[in-house]
């Protein structure tokens, strides 16, 4: 009886001896900004990460993740690429994410295909990023996705005969123009101007490039620039030119109505109309849970905005990727296998990792800015699209067409 005992408790032991050894803690690179006037999105995107591991430990239970953060500090490339160098040489990370600025995803491309490191995109938006490596997938969004769809909006439903475009000149500036030229153009309106407004880095001051615009007199002026700073600076100086009373209407992604500047705003941003995939006043009961548990874990004053989400969500493919290899290391292939039609019920809506294009389907708003009670500024869906494909690579633009 009591040798029966001894077996018995050594056996236990054994059993919990295994399940501690194949107990794995997942190394996870994560790129983002910390440092300069982009530090906001790595804090945004971070917080929302934090958030959904927090909610979630459970489902990957032994197997933990730890994130190792390295900040890109700019828009440009060769710091990301650094630091991605580092990630997989030296921590050995088997997955790399975060990538805010375009140029720092496209820098670390051809380093996650060398090393076949899988690589989930948080931001980056350009819409042909993820044809540079076959082991990146996105989360985020394209520039196209709602570029395109604002292009015909104006023409078709806000009545714009003539529209004129305004960008920060790199990358995803130049494809947010592009999609809103081609979905203008569909929708039978005329782009009289396109202008180039100063790099990403720094807030340039808009108003030379904004009084071209007001003097071409358009109906409508499509803005595409990063979000945060970038985007109060265009809000205000559209209304300090009076832009609005010459009855020019401004338009863009959503970037130009980031929560985290809306009410900064003030006034400035009412009646602003804006194409995307998320916003913090989306009325749906995942998306109201989700602004409550942010709430709750960041300050009531604190609010998340459209990369918070994809910051969330790129942590709930990484869970996705550790659980469906159970303990074993990652590799590149198997990751990008798991993610290729992966669905989640995400804050922002339903989404989807396309599997011929490793990029995100999804839903996009049209919303309206309104001022609410107390003068309180808040977006409002006036019309959603449904699984949202990237428009660059289904009508095969350019570059997108390359998978
Ligand atoms: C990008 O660099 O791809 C980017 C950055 C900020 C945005 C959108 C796109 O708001």
Redo the contacts with the bound molecule.
Sequence with gaps: MRSMKVVLAAGAAAIVLAGAAQAREVKVGFIITKSGG?AQ?GDQIEKGARLYMKQHAKQIAPHTVRLIIRDSKR?GGPIAKAAAQELITREKVEILTGL??????MSVAPLATAAKVPVVIM????SW?PSLSPYMARV??T?WQSGYIMGEHAAKKLGCKTAASGY?N????K??VAAFARGFAAGGGKLVDSIPMGG?RDVPDFTPFFQRVKDKKPNCFYV?????N??SAVVKTFRSLGMDKAGIRLVG?G?IT?DTQLQGMGSAAVGLITTHHYHANLNTPTNRAFVKAWKAAYGADSTPN??AVQGYDGMAAIYHVVKSFGGQKITADGAMAALKGWKFNSPRGPIMIDPDTRDIVQNEYISVVKAGQGGVLMQEVTGTFKAVKDQCKELKVGKCAAK
């Design positions: 982009a999105f828009p805010v600025f375009s140029p720092n995803a931001n980056a938006g350009t990023i985020s969004f520039m920060t790199y990358p995803p500036g494809d947010s990403p595409f620039v990063p979000a945060g970038h985007a992604p970037d980031d459209f990369m």
